[in-house]
């Protein structure tokens, strides 16, 4: 039962460059959801998705898509990744209305 | 909006002394409240919770008591250890919506 998993755990990108963060739990949850974590400002939610085939925004979500795949993995697409998306990102899933588990992270930097 | 507020860290405590660390929010209705904890290099995961007004959340010797009266949620620990040392984050959310709202984390350091 490996939980939340997130690859890929580091990534460098340089300005306009695109990338994909995996996410995929193994929990059966039907909630799932993408967060970024910047120092001084807690988590911030980016988009969330309460049931496969379903998803809104979150607080911070210009710049970002997502996808929800199927009930296991949930994607967060960054289409010209920019300096300000520089972050440590956290997927999460859980039941509904039941407790959030979290991933290890992908820290992520743009030049 | 709703919103968590929490003090500002790092705490830097000696092993064995008392941990207090405050968390205040805003809110309407009736919020559940959770403390989550990062220890370093790794993602969240929840220490303790309450979902209704005089609760008492408690793990791992990590204790907070929902008082509806202050708005507060705060952390405590009669005897920390080198081992606590983590950022601790302070959460709530709604019993109709699965989102949580973070306060800004408290950076714990204990040392020997």
């Known amino acids: 039962n490996a939980g939340v998993t997130q690859t890929p755990k580091f990534q460098v990108l340089k300005t306009g460059q695109s990338m994909t963060l995996q996410c995929a739990q193994d929990?059966?949850?039907?909630?799932m959801y993408w967060y970024r974590q910047d120092p001084g400002m807690g988590l911030r939610l980016i988009y969330y998705?309460?049931?496969?085939?379903?998803?809104d925004k979150g607080e911070v979500p210009n710049g970002y898509n997502v996808s929800r795949l199927n009930k296991r993995e949930f994607s967060l697409r960054l289409e010209s990744a920019a300096p300000s998306q520089t972050s440590v990102y956290f997927c999460?899933?859980?039941?509904?209305?039941?407790?959030?588990?979290f991933g290890p992270g992908t820290r992520l930097l743009v030049l | 909006g709703d919103s968590v507020t929490q003090m500002e860290g790092p705490v830097t405590l000696s092993e064995e002394a008392f941990l207090t660390i405050n968390c205040t929010y805003t809110a309407t209705g009736y919020p559940s409240l959770f403390w989550y904890v990062q220890y370093p290099g790794e993602g969240l995961q929840l220490l303790l919770k309450a979902t209704k007004a005089d609760d008492k959340g408690s793990n791992k010797g990590f204790e907070a008591t929902y008082r509806k009266e202050t708005t507060s949620f705060h952390l405590e620990k009669g005897s920390v250890q080198v081992s606590d040392s983590a950022v601790y984050f302070c959460?709530?959310?709604?019993?109709?919506?699965?989102?949580?709202?973070f306060g800004t984390g408290t950076r714990l350091q204990v040392f020997p």
């Open positions: 929990m059966n949850h039907n909630s």
């Open positions: 998705s309460a049931s496969e085939g379903t998803t």
């Open positions: 999460a899933s859980s039941a509904v209305l039941e407790t959030q588990y």
């Open positions: 959460a709530l959310s709604h019993h109709n919506t699965d989102k949580l709202i």
